[in-house]
């Protein structure tokens, strides 16, 4: 079960695109999901927090009209980086979690993202 | 100074040793603890998950939470070669407002076995 469904898992495009990457719980209702980034060797940085209906919550240092979340159902959440740019390359992961209190966070594989 | 520390290894260690993994924490409002696992180009898998202090354990792996020291482990024992991957510590403090829990992760500490 938790189980956390990414796509797409690799990305490469031109500077200037905007890509879109969606976030999937497929066997349970996630009324909060999560996008973290990873740069190589290190660890994983909070970008924002996204409520099912609500506007995200973004991180200090993230622009909200670069990333841009969705989370228009209980099982899906979009992330769309705005005009790519080289340093946008990255690893984004997303995470779901059921319930209110602390239930632990499960994970998607992440995508990567190339920009050119 | 990091809120989460986590020494990124590289650690390697021969098949069916003990292995110990270490995060301490300068924050004191954190009460949930959690250990991930992450493979190459994979996202973290949950593997333990503890509330305050104690020890819980679940088949080879065992967490350890010492509240009072800001200090937790993991410990694997009899490793396999399968065990290699990156290990993060992540820990919240009580998120139930909105029902958002939000993560501090340790850098990672990257784990081979050696057959």
């Known amino acids: 079960g938790a189980v956390v469904s990414q796509h797409p898992s690799w990305v490469i495009c031109k500077s200037g695109t905007s890509v879109k990457i969606e976030c999937r719980s497929l066997?349970?209702?996630?009324?909060?999901m999560f996008w973290y980034r990873q740069f190589p060797k290190q660890s994983l940085m909070l970008m924002a927090t996204s409520n099912e209906g609500s506007k995200a919550t973004y991180e200090q240092g993230v622009e909200k009209d670069k990333f841009l979340i969705n989370h228009a159902s209980l099982t899906l959440s979009t992330l769309t980086v705005t005009s790519a740019h080289p340093e946008d390359s990255s690893f984004y992961i997303c995470s779901a979690k059921t319930g209110v209190g602390n239930q632990p966070q499960h994970f998607g594989d992440g995508t990567r993202l190339s920009i050119l | 100074q990091k809120e989460v520390e986590q020494d990124p290894g590289p650690l390697s260690v021969p098949e069916g040793a003990i292995v110990s993994l270490n995060c301490t924490y300068s924050n004191s409002a954190f009460q949930y603890f959690m250990w991930y696992r992450q493979y190459s180009r994979k996202g973290p898998e949950l593997l333990m998950y503890?509330?305050?202090?104690g020890n819980k354990e679940d088949g080879r792996f065992t967490a350890q939470v010492d509240k009072s020291s800001k200090y937790i482990s993991l410990f694997i024992r009899d490793s396999q070669p399968s065990d290699s991957a990156t290990y993060l510590c992540a820990m919240s403090a009580d998120g139930r407002f909105q029902g958002a829990q939000k993560l501090v992760f340790g850098q990672g500490t990257r784990l081979t076995i050696n057959p």
């Open positions: 066997d349970f209702q996630a009324t909060t």
């Open positions: 503890t509330y305050s202090s």
